[in-house]
């Protein structure tokens, strides 16, 4: 069965090809719920900076997330998943261990380590 293999590469390996699939999408999902959306630069260039680990499945998804849960007629990269929201040159919210306790609040340290003054 196997007579002709394609080889096709990885979507990060096609970052010029992010635009038209995500319009494509756009297209699909739109219809769909009745109503046209597009995608704002910013959102563009931070699907671009993405490494897509999960390929166009994985953006597939993430717009039609963003169409479902977005408000407006324009896509902005806050209606993108968590993990595409912070752009590279983006600092993520800074993590502190302490003890046991974890905290993505960026205090220093735990309530309790606070009191013994680490």
Known sequence: MNVVQIKIPRLRERKPDIPILVNSFLEKFSEANGRMR?????????????????????LENAIERAIALGSGPILHAGDLPTNLQY????????????????SWSGARSCARCAKRGR
Do not use: F, H, Q
């Not at 597009?38 to 994985?58: H, L």
């Not at 752009?87 to 974890?102: A, V």
């Open 38 to 58: 597009t995608i704002s630069e910013d959102a563009i260039a931070r699907m671009k900076a993405y490494d897509w680990p999960g390929n166009v499945r994985e």
């Open 87 to 102: 752009g590279t040159g983006d600092r993520l919210p800074r993590m502190t261990n302490c003890c046991r306790w974890t």
